[in-house]
């Protein structure tokens, strides 16, 4: 992967928490903390506001979080840019979704919601975390960045560019726009029908048997639907 890396240099008693321009709320409540934390914990606090492509927050050269309101979750599920952040987390060694604010109590929201958690644990390998608010947000990232940078002595990196998606690579995301069809699945479907084409134009008892009969079900109804 061709990385463009931009390096920032600090001292052994400070940290640097890297934000993302657009995370106006959090970079608010970390400028309003950040006397007290830089008295309380004996560090120099540095807030750099950069136009991220990557994730909303770095603190070192392979964590990148990605932050979402409870609201923006659900949100992201359905237009389907969840998975793509995902894919695009992958770029640092350790990747984190962390999840802000009261949960749905609407069961069936909720279910949603826990599927695409589980999908994103198990088929991208990105653990998500869960917070109250934006003070319990601002406080993880600042213990996060000491970890990483004093105690780790990890340095602070960016990632600014990841290369473009190869032909295989985009056949893969088309698939796993459809609901329930994560890596696993989308590369199982390719390997055995080669195309998208022949996945498009398989019949359902042919699907059942690589993605099961629920997600074939779900796979044909949106192929052939014409609204």
Same mark, same amino acid.
């Given at each position: 992967?061709?990385? %463009?890396?931009? /390096?920032?240099?600090?001292?052994?008693?400070?940290?640097?928490?890297?934000?993302?321009?657009?995370?106006? %709320?959090?970079?608010?409540?970390?400028?309003?903390? %950040?006397?007290?934390?830089?008295?309380?914990?004996?560090?120099?606090?540095n807030?750099?506001?950069?136009?991220?492509?990557?994730?909303?927050? +770095?603190?070192?050269?392979?964590?990148?979080?990605?932050r979402?309101?409870?609201?923006?979750?659900?949100?992201?599920?359905?237009d389907?840019?969840?998975? !793509?952040?995902?894919?695009?987390?992958?770029?640092?060694?350790?990747?984190?979704?962390?999840?802000?604010?009261?949960?749905? /109590?609407?069961?069936?929201?909720?279910?949603?919601? &826990?599927?695409?958690?589980?999908?994103?644990?198990?088929?991208?390998?990105?653990?998500?975390?869960?917070?109250?608010?934006?003070?319990?947000?601002?406080?993880?990232?600042?213990?996060?960045?000491?970890?990483?940078?004093?105690s /780790?002595?990890?340095?602070?990196?960016?990632?600014?560019e990841?290369?473009?998606?190869?032909?295989?690579? !985009? %056949?893969?995301?088309?698939?796993?726009?459809?609901?329930?069809?994560?890596?696993?699945?989308?590369?199982?479907?390719l390997?055995?029908?080669?195309?998208?084409? &022949?996945?498009?134009?398989?019949?359902?008892?042919q699907?059942?048997?690589?993605?099961?009969?629920?997600?074939?079900?779900?796979?044909?109804?949106? +192929?052939?639907?014409?609204?």
């Amino acid at each position: 992967m061709q990385l %463009k890396i931009s /390096e920032f240099k600090k001292n052994d008693n400070e940290i640097t928490i890297i934000c993302d321009k657009n995370e106006e %709320k959090i970079i608010s409540v970390l400028k309003n903390i %950040k006397s007290n934390i830089e008295k309380k914990e004996k560090i120099k606090l540095n807030i750099l506001e950069e136009k991220l492509k990557i994730g909303d927050f +770095i603190v070192s050269d392979r964590v990148a979080i990605e932050r979402k309101t409870t609201d923006d979750f659900f949100k992201s599920i359905i237009d389907n840019r969840l998975f !793509e952040q995902c894919e695009n987390l992958k770029g640092y060694e350790i990747p984190i979704i962390l999840i802000e604010g009261e949960r749905y /109590e609407d069961e069936k929201i909720k279910k949603i919601i &826990n599927g695409a958690i589980t999908s994103i644990i198990l088929n991208y390998k990105i653990p998500i975390l869960f917070t109250s608010d934006e003070y319990e947000t601002a406080n993880f990232l600042i213990q996060l960045a000491k970890k990483e940078q004093i105690s /780790e002595k990890r340095p602070l990196r960016l990632i600014e560019e990841r290369k473009a998606l190869t032909l295989e690579e !985009e %056949k893969l995301r088309v698939l796993q726009s459809f609901p329930q069809i994560g890596p696993k699945l989308a590369k199982k479907l390719l390997d055995h029908f080669k195309s998208l084409k &022949n996945i498009f134009h398989a019949e359902q008892k042919q699907l059942e048997k690589i993605i099961g009969k629920k997600n074939a079900e779900r796979m044909k109804k949106l +192929i052939e639907s014409e609204n």
